[in-house]
């Protein structure tokens, strides 16, 4: 089966205005919860990922919640405007794609009030958006999330990189980014830097107030359980979902469980 086609979008109302890979998802009003509206999902991906990287589970998941879709490279990854060689993502560059990227995207597109749903990196970058933009985001689904460094985070971005370097890693990558340096080096580099060691995001999550699933697997290489505890202490609202069996890919290690914990969290809150 080949790839769902995907376009290149300028995203003018930023600096440099860098290209944005994207697909779009249709709503499937025979499917799902058809009358939860057609707020739209939006889907942010992990540290090496990109629209490619993510397969088909958006389109799963729409399907299951009968809501369009959005899914999108960040800039440097997938098949966006590429990170140069000479520039280095510093500690806020996820607090740049949640509070500049994010809304400049969403404003361009018409997008309003849309559930967010992220992964890993694209977790951090929606909790930070809906902290920022509490009246601008429906409700917001993480999985896998990051709001402090743990060595154990650390470890495993060492060890992929020594993959990395070693052939493997890149030649996979190279599957879903069409720069892999780009993707890998940005993400990489930015964690193993000193100043990264303090980065926390708890005091910027501390006000959100909107409907938040935040998911984990137990297995997790690049995490425990104690983001999940740091981020019912800034949301106690928040709903809190452990996977047993499940590594640090949810919507891979357990598909099914993802859609329908997803799909029954949107049904609950719809219309709030």
């Not at 909790?127 to 154990?152: D, R």
Request: proline share 8%.
């Amino acid at each position: 089966m080949p790839p769902p086609e995907t376009r290149l979008f300028t995203l003018r109302t930023m600096a440099g205005a860098p290209r944005i890979e994207l697909r779009r998802i249709a709503a499937n009003p025979g499917c799902g919860t058809a009358d939860a509206g057609q707020a739209v999902i939006v889907f942010l991906h992990e540290g090496l990922g990109s629209v490619a990287a993510w397969r088909d589970f958006p389109d799963r998941l729409c399907a299951a919640c009968g809501l369009p879709g959005l899914v999108y490279s960040r800039p440097g990854y997938g098949r966006s405007t590429p990170r140069a060689p000479h520039e280095h993502w510093d500690a806020r560059y996820l607090h740049t794609q949640a509070l500049e990227v994010l809304p400049a995207l969403l404003g361009e597109l018409g997008i309003r009030r849309p559930w967010l749903f992220g992964h890993s990196d694209g977790a951090t970058i929606a909790l930070l958006h809906a902290a920022a933009f509490p009246g601008a985001v429906t409700g917001t689904i993480v999985l896998a999330p990051h709001v402090f460094v743990e060595q154990k985070a650390l470890d495993g971005i060492a060890r992929a990189r020594r993959a990395y370097e070693a052939g493997p890693l890149r030649e996979r990558l190279a599957r879903v980014q069409a720069d892999p340096d780009s993707a890998f080096y940005g993400w990489c580099d930015a964690w193993l830097a000193p100043a990264f060691r303090a980065w926390n995001i708890e005091a910027d999550i501390a006000g959100l107030r909107g409907p938040l699933l935040a998911v984990q697997g137990e297995d997790d290489e690049y995490g425990t359980l104690e983001q999940l505890d740091r981020i019912a202490r800034s949301a106690p609202h928040a709903e809190r979902l452990v996977l047993p069996h499940c590594g640090h890919i949810p919507q891979r290690d357990a598909a099914q469980q993802v859609i329908d914990a997803a799909r029954g969290f949107i049904a609950r809150h719809r219309g709030a």
